[in-house]
């Protein structure tokens, strides 16, 4: 029995080897277009700066070495030009040498992968791409040729806000270009919500990359691009980053079927419309968790995870592919941004009731030294408590937040369990009651309609309907900033002082919404009508910095 796979990184070498530790007499044939296979993809953008320094170091595996150890037929600088369902072959063409053949097979895997969006702008053929290595040793190349100019410091453009564009963006910085980053949406990072998004946003700009956000490419010129409100940024290097579409026009043109969002469609099998071929990776449309919507989701962990299901199958040993959360975090200068499940823009399109949550807390006990904050969002179901995503930025401790709240919603945990998880805990590390901890306090609170809280971009209209804002920091915080409006009551005078409140709607608020909590309670003892702010000023300084989801 043979099996081709089309498409060498990722799912495609993952799907290989998985197949030959299950088959050793299998004839596993893997044909790639560019020259190398089993890459580290996801490290291309840090040898551009030389964080990886060693070139080899992103090389896993050559051609030689799987056939010498797997027994694998790797076959770079080879295009499939088509495929023939009916005849179960392959039109494959030798990129170098020009030479057409065909080639059979019993299986069919197809793993091409995404190919970047490139805007029909004028002159966008000076603009590069990072898709593979050698999209990587071109920008190397140009980095290096600019770095020996003595015209003042070279200039870059990276074209997009997403993960493979603020990486590159931070790259290029440290390999000392002068960055601007251009973005059509109104933030970075579009799976992030905009409040979350902001610190990202304000630790580039402090590391002198400039970010121009609701722009769009219209001209590429010799040293210069232009945007769409008629500006021209200087761009010695420019490099698109907007995105990545499906690959899916081999499939398309075998006649499989391509799913809503122009991605091959397949089963939970990843078997495609015709069950001798399957397909795997950037170039499959995948089910959403939580919402079992269709998704496009480019994560290299998941094309692997999907090459080694396939090889299950084809080796009788099947399972069903789960759907995808969709989890994902970048390193932007010395901040991590990490994100799972739905996020409350997606929520509020599908029209899904939600209840949000934020907090700041500290990444470790706050009296052991170096504690930085972390800022989280848990997104909820009112009436079931299921976690329906989360968010997490700071310096420290976001990571692991998110892996745990990952690893809870596929448990199928709710928001309350939260509370109830056994986290490793020591004041290096974590808290006695861990930012996870408390996410499921304070997401008991307000599922048990306990606390009746409001978001960030409530506040103002709260106050143009009459509301009273409630500050209860002290005096000196107050001072430092505080809402347009809000009067100044502390915590410790909140009952002594409650009558002048007679009358009125009150939104409390305080730093990170812990002492707005007592305070809120203490009112709402009282009888007064009272909601907190949820997640504090913070949130609501961030917020104001962004447009409302």
């Not at 980053?241 to 939970?268: F, Q, S």
């Not at 199928?412 to 974590?430: F, I, K, M, Q, V």
Request: hydrophobic fraction near 45%; include cysteine.
């Amino acid at each position: 029995m043979t099996t081709v796979i089309v498409g060498g990184v990722a799912g495609g070498m993952s799907a290989a080897a998985r197949l030959r530790r299950l088959d050793d007499a299998e004839q596993i044939i893997v044909v790639e277009r560019t020259h190398y296979v089993s890459y580290a993809n996801c490290g291309l953008p840090y040898h551009v700066s030389g964080v990886i320094g060693d070139r080899d170091d992103l090389l896993l595996q050559s051609p030689e070495a799987l056939a010498s150890q797997l027994g694998l037929d790797v076959r770079v600088d080879s295009e499939v030009l088509s495929v023939d369902r009916g005849r179960a072959t392959l039109r494959v063409r030798h990129l170098p040498s020009g030479h057409e053949y065909d080639l059979g097979w019993d299986h069919l895997v197809l793993s091409p992968g995404a190919t970047p969006f490139v805007p029909d702008v004028p002159g966008v053929e000076r603009a590069m791409m990072l898709r593979n290595v050698e999209d990587m040793d071109r920008i190397k190349a140009a980095v290096a040729n600019l770095a020996h100019t003595e015209v003042g410091t070279p200039t870059a453009v990276v074209v997009g806000g997403g993960f493979i564009g603020l990486e590159l963006a931070e790259n290029l910085a440290e390999a000392a270009m002068s960055v601007t980053v251009v973005e059509l949406a109104d933030q970075v990072l579009a799976p992030l919500d905009p409040e979350m998004a902001v610190p990202v946003q304000a630790e580039l700009e402090a590391h002198g990359v400039n970010v121009e956000l609701g722009a769009s490419l219209t001209k590429v010129l010799p040293a210069e691009v232009e945007v769409s409100d008629g500006r021209c940024l200087p761009a010695d290097l420019v490099v698109m980053a907007i995105g990545v579409r499906p690959d899916a026009d081999l499939a398309r043109r075998a006649g499989l079927a391509v799913g809503p969002t122009g991605a091959i469609a397949v089963d939970e099998r990843m078997r495609t419309s015709d069950p001798r071929i399957y397909a795997i990776g950037d170039a499959v449309e995948k089910t959403a968790e939580v919402d079992g919507g269709p998704l496009l989701v480019p994560l290299a962990n998941i094309a692997n995870r999907q090459g080694r299901m396939v090889a299950d199958d084809i080796a009788g040993k099947g399972r069903d592919f789960r759907p995808v959360l969709g989890t994902a975090i970048i390193k932007v200068f010395g901040l991590t941004a990490a994100v799972t499940g739905a996020n409350e823009k997606r929520l509020r399109a599908l029209g899904r009731p939600y209840l949000a949550v934020h907090t700041h807390p500290g990444s470790h006990a706050g009296y052991y030294p170096g504690s930085e904050r972390v800022s989280l969002k848990l997104l909820v179901c009112p009436a079931t408590g299921a976690i329906l995503g989360a968010q997490a930025v700071g310096r420290q401790g976001a990571d692991k937040r998110i892996d745990v709240i990952a690893t809870a919603m596929r448990a199928g945990l709710t928001a309350a369990d939260l509370a109830d998880l056994e986290l490793a805990y020591a004041p290096p590390y974590g808290s006695a009651k861990d930012p996870v901890n408390m996410l499921g306090y304070v997401a008991s609170n307000r599922l048990s309609g306990q606390e009746p809280t409001v978001q960030w971009y409530e506040v103002e209209e709260l106050a143009a309907a009459g509301a009273l804002l409630v500050d209860v920091r002290t005096p000196r915080e107050h001072v430092m900033g505080h809402i347009p409006g809000s009067v100044n009551i502390p915590l410790d005078q909140i009952r002594n002082r409650s009558a002048e409140l007679e009358g009125r709607r009150v939104v409390v608020y305080c730093q990170v919404g812990q002492r707005a909590h007592t305070a809120g309670q203490m009112l709402k003892d009282r009888g007064h009508d009272v909601v907190n702010l949820d997640g504090g000023y913070l949130t609501w300084r961030a917020g104001k910095k962004a447009r409302r989801p």
